[in-house]
Nanobody
Framework: QVQLVESGGGLVQAGESLRLSCATA????????MAWYRQAPGKERELVAT???????NYAASVKGRFTVSRDLRQNTMYLQMNSLKPEDTGVYYCNAQFRDTLSWGQGTQVTVSQ
């Protein structure tokens, strides 16, 4: 199992930016894919962005053009740069990692966007 630790959440105003981090002790080279999800109060967890081992990215329509997922291979860390934040981006953000036949999740980091 891969241990994941998210950080970088906080309270911001609409239009501002945040960068989330997802750090792992496992070499990202060996991880098949990683992803960011979020869960708003009273709603199901939804996919935000994915990043494959080959570096391909994919985004939910609601964040495309505003969010960017990236990674630092030396730091074994995945990032989510979130720009032009909206109140509807509020939620707990989780990262996950598919390593061999196991999907692991982090503990989540809270993002709150006020009007």
């Amino acid at each position: 199992q891969v241990q994941l630790v998210e950080s970088g959440g906080g309270l911001v105003q609409a239009g501002e930016s945040l960068r989330l981090s997802c750090a792992t002790a496992t070499s990202i080279f060996s991880i098949t894919s990683m992803a960011w999800y979020r869960q708003a109060p009273g709603k199901e967890r939804e996919l935000v962005a994915t990043l494959t081992s080959g570096g391909r990215t994919n985004y939910a329509a609601s964040v495309k053009g505003r969010f960017t997922v990236s990674r630092d291979l030396r730091q074994n860390t995945m990032y989510l740069q979130m720009n032009s934040l909206k109140p509807e981006d509020t939620g707990v953000y989780y990262c996950n990692a598919q390593f061999r036949d196991t999907l692991s999740w982090g503990q989540g980091t809270q993002v709150t966007v006020s009007q």
